[in-house]
């Protein structure tokens, strides 16, 4: 298992506590103590994958929507903090292109490779492709996993928590994001709603 994928699990586990409590945590976090012992082969990490699937199984059973959003949102959020050259990098592209306006405009004609920005009025919805690297998700303990391990959109809030951040930063303001639907959880890309209308 990698530092990266170690962090994601105990980011879960944290979250679980604040969110869920520590009998939901209990229950979720069933048998990642032993993912440790993994190490970061093909099949290792298709066991871990397939233990990620059923901790969110697990946290569907066992929690309201509400409350599993916000555990895989908060996972996210902590995300970001290990990434936050994308944010730094947003931050300098927006100061340079001046307003947020011209910021938006440069990303709809030239988006990073792997995503895609189309705007409908006041949303912006961006397409990620991580089929465009050859990989299965941009998340590492996904990355390597093949088509049949289908895993519950709850997984997704996590990006969805990420791309918020990214976005609130960047624009300095407030930004509502919406999960439409992603690769791991059966689509083509992954496609996320952010509203541009000011809350």
Known sequence: MTKTDLRCIQALGESLSRFAGEAVRAEVMKGSEQLHYYSSTAANKNKIAEWVKGAMDRLDALTDEGTRVQVMENCGYACISRHMRVIRDGKARRRKLGSIEDYIEAGLRNPARGSKLV?????????????????????????????????????????????????????????????????????????????????
């Open 119 to 199: 705007r409908e009025g006041g949303v912006l919805y961006q397409y990620y492709t991580p089929r465009s690297y050859s990989v299965r998700c941009y998340c590492s303990l996904f990355r390597s996993t093949d088509n049949s391990l289908v895993v519950s959109p709850t997984y997704c809030h996590c990006s969805k928590g990420f791309a918020q951040r990214v976005w609130e930063s960047v624009l300095e303001r407030p930004v509502k994001v919406e999960l439409v639907h992603s690769s791991i959880s059966g689509a083509q890309e992954c496609k996320f709603a952010i509203s541009l209308l000011q809350p």
